[in-house]
């Protein structure tokens, strides 16, 4: 099982990044797939969720309107769209596959948001 996820990196405040999740080694359309993200110092915290199929979404408050999760079964492959970054949204994101008592993690990816 792999989880790996790639797209951060270093963005001015007011800008974007897309991140993905590429999934193998599993059922990936069984699975509802979320995004965590971990500032330094805190707790992981959950940003994002989508079931399978991708009826229903939901966001942590303090993304909503600017974040977007999205999934192609085809491919695997789960996304986040990061608009309007704040220096808060700074964290190593982590890709998660849940389905019962089973959870797949990824290794994470940084999102640095700067001037």
């Known amino acids: 099982v792999q989880l790996v996820e790639s797209g951060g990196g270093l963005v001015q405040p007011g800008g974007s990044l897309r991140l993905s999740c590429a999934a193998s080694?599993?059922?990936?359309?069984?699975?509802?797939m979320k995004w965590y993200r971990q500032a330094p110092g805190k707790g992981r915290e959950i940003v994002a969720y989508?079931?399978?199929?991708?009826?229903?979404?939901g966001y942590t408050d303090s993304v909503k309107g600017r974040f977007t999760i999205s999934r192609d079964n085809a491919k695997n492959t789960v996304y986040l769209q990061m608009n309007t970054l704040r220096p808060e949204d700074t964290a190593v994101y982590y890709c998660?596959?849940?389905?019962?008592?089973?959870?797949?993690w990824g290794q994470g990816t940084q999102v640095t948001v700067s001037s």
């Open positions: 998660n596959a849940a389905l019962g008592t089973t959870d797949y």
């Open positions: 080694g599993f059922t990936f359309s069984r699975y509802v």
């Open positions: 989508i079931s399978s199929p991708a009826t229903s979404t």
